[in-house]
Each structure stands twice: as structure tokens, then as C-alpha cells.
């Protein structure tokens, strides 16, 4: 072979090349990778929604051991394992240390929701001969995304008698679905000059529940008394029982692996699930580690995780108090100690570099898709605006401790400076005191009803989190 010139030489030691993550793995690692996708598309397919994820979590982790930290008693030693459930919608699962606590814990933060479209309170209406079901959408979605695809409804109702009803129809391959019709070309002249944010309204967004006329020609609406009369026959609700509710409308199907290579899974809701996931399976796999591990997956981060199960609540200082408290550590100040001391990983998904948009990607900032678990210094939007901006000596550590673990990573921003951003629940974990870094996967058609992900980077997601937790 011939030999580098000085040039070449020097710019090899001295410059930074990314590289594939699939050309860093072995085969061993390869096959690691496509057997751990195909637990992940499991998980997808059942975790539909935030109350899913957490019982399909709660479930595994009873299965392996770790105890409701609700019913624990005094006496909390290293390598106990845990968990928390807040309000069905909210979940902590974690590992003791064997560091006190006041050396701080580590964190990895992400968050179950996903943006979707929600059921109105009072949703169901007749009109042109349909029964229909009004939303109202949750989260960051394009609106003309939704129409023309088969949805299926998840949801629990709660009835006047404070019973809890669940119901899922879609899935089942026997089920029906539910769609929001397009509107056609052919009639769509006046659509078709709106700008995408305003061709497909809100109000607009209605599902089509039946067109079957109940029998009884005096009711004013009879295609409407069919579906009240399913809903009471199958599951015992009335009309006003849908007030309490949350009938979550999400796409039917599932999850699929994507291209000729396999290499991609694509499917809804892999913000924030793929983290969710890969971060589940990280505590999963830790034994004794030195400082108490925690997974802390949080709801509402698509709507500003805001509310008692939204990661700007104080449910993880909660936990964090209740560990303390369960080590016989009482100091007032101790919690913030422990938190002052504490470093995170907020896990959570970004942008990956387009084929078909580069324009909105600085190319050399943005993160691609296939070259590892993505670190993001920060969020924020048109000037770091609402970011966490992470200290650069924590960058250093992190970065440090993935090279040494072997972890495929690569630096991202959130798209050029002047074209937008987002933000994470980073920011509420570093309000708390906590070190805190972006880090995650990144994905194609964040927040559409069919994401695409790297499997490689699913994997090193994985190995990220778990030589955190280590
Ligand atoms: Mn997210
Ligand atoms: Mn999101």
C-alpha cells in the first residue's frame, strides 16, 4: 500500500470524521443489532400510547424482580431494584449504587408521548349521513399528514360510576379502522393555493365512525344513535360518559422494517419510544452499578411537559426524596445535594440529515442517520432560545466515556440556525440542578405517522445509556 503523504498524515491525527456506524461494527455486533430491532418493533406495536408504554414497562420489570417503591420499607441496600408508577402515565425504574446518594444519581430521561390526535370531550356528531368523531390534535403534528391513512382509536373512559373502561379498536386484524377522508384533486383548486399549514384545518379532522341509520325514523339522528347504541352494547358507556375520557387516535397497523438492507425500522411514535426503549433495556441490563441508575420516562414533553406527569412536575424529586428517605438519609438539604450532584442523559430524538430537505441542515452540524447515537449540545430555537446548553467540561466527560465504551456517536444540531428547533425535557432536568446532555437517535419524518430509524443507531443508543448507568 502506498504511503500516506505528510499532509495526509497529519490531517489523519489531527481532523474528526464521523463514521458509519455500520462500518465500526463486527458481524457479531451486526446480528446484536438486527435481533434487538426486532424487540423494538414488538415494543412499538404494544406501546401505543403513554399508558401503554408504562404497562407494557411495569409488566417486564415485575417479571424481573424490581419492587414498587410504593410499598417499600426502610433499609434500601445497593443493587435493589425499583420502580414507581405516577398516575399510569408516568415511570421511574432505577437500581440502587453503591455510592451514597449524595454523590448524585445518573439519569436517563425520555418520554412516552408521542404526538397523535386526541378525542374532543364531547366528540361524536351526525352530519351528511356520517357519524363522526372530533379531535383535537396533540403535539407538533403537519395536519395533512392524518387524512388518508387507516387510524386506530386507544383509549380509557371513566364512567359516572368511576368505573375504568379501556378500549382499543383498529389493531386486531379482524377490527375495523377508522380515517379522516382527503379531499380529492379533482375538487381541491381552492385547497391547493392554502399554504400546508392551513390546507388541512384543525376542525377539519374528523373520523368517519359509521353511516348505518338506526331503525327508528322519527330520531333526528339515527346514524348517530347507531354508535351510541354500539358504544352502550359493547363497553356499557353513555354520551356523557366520553367527557371523561382520553381517546387517543393513533396510525393502525405496525411496525416495519425499512429498505432492501433491513437496516431501518419505520413506524409512529419512535419520538420518543426508540429512547424509551433503548433506555428500558439499559436498566434492565444493569446489576450493581456505583451510582443509583435511574430511567425516568416522563409524558407530555409534546405539549411542553407541563402538568403532574410532564417532566417540569417535581415527581422525580418525589422519587429521589423517597430514596433518600428509604436510605435513612433525612438531612433537609440532602435532596439538593443529591440533585446538585446528579448527571443526565435527556433522551430523546432529533433530526436527521434529509436527502430530500439538506437545505433546512447545517451539513457538517446535523446528525445522519446510520452514524451512531446523536449527542446535542443544545436545543432551543433562533438563538439557543429555551435550550439547555450543556457545560462544555460534561460534553468532555460523556464523550469521553462513549469513546471508551465503544459507542458510535456523532454531534447534532437541530437544523440550521435561523430555520426553526425544538427542545427536550433537558432544560427541566438541568433546572433541578442536574448535568444534563441531549442525547439520542436520530430520526427521518420526526413526528409523522411513519418515522424512520437507524437500527445501528437504536443499538448504540443502547450501549450509550448502558455505559452511563455503569
Ligand atoms: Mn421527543
Ligand atoms: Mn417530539
Redesign the pocket.
Known sequence: MAQDTIGKEIEKRLSWQVKNAWDKMSEEDKKKTMAFAEEYKQFLNQAKTEREAVNVMVAELEARGFKDLKTASQGLKPGDKFYIVNRDKMLVAGVLGSEPLTAGVRIVGS?VDAPRLDGKPNPIYESCGFALFKTHYYGGIKKYQWPGIPLALHGVVVTDKGEKINLTIGEKPEDPVFTIPDLLPHLAKDQMKKTMAEGVAGESLNLLLATIPHADEEVKERVKLTVLEYLAGTYGLVEEDLVSAEIEIVPAGEARDVGLDRSMVGFYGQ??RICVFASFKAILAIDKPQKTAIAFFSDK?EIGSTGNTGAQSRFLEYVIAKLCALSNLERIDTLLEVLNNSEALSA??TAALDPNYEEVSDRQNSAWLGKGVVLTKYTGARGKYDANDAHAEYVGKIRRLFNQAGVAWQIGELGKVDQGGGG?IAQYLANQGIETIDCGPALLGLHSPFEVASKADLYMSYKAYKAFFQ
Open positions: 418520554h419520538d420518543d414533553e430523546d430524538t427536550t
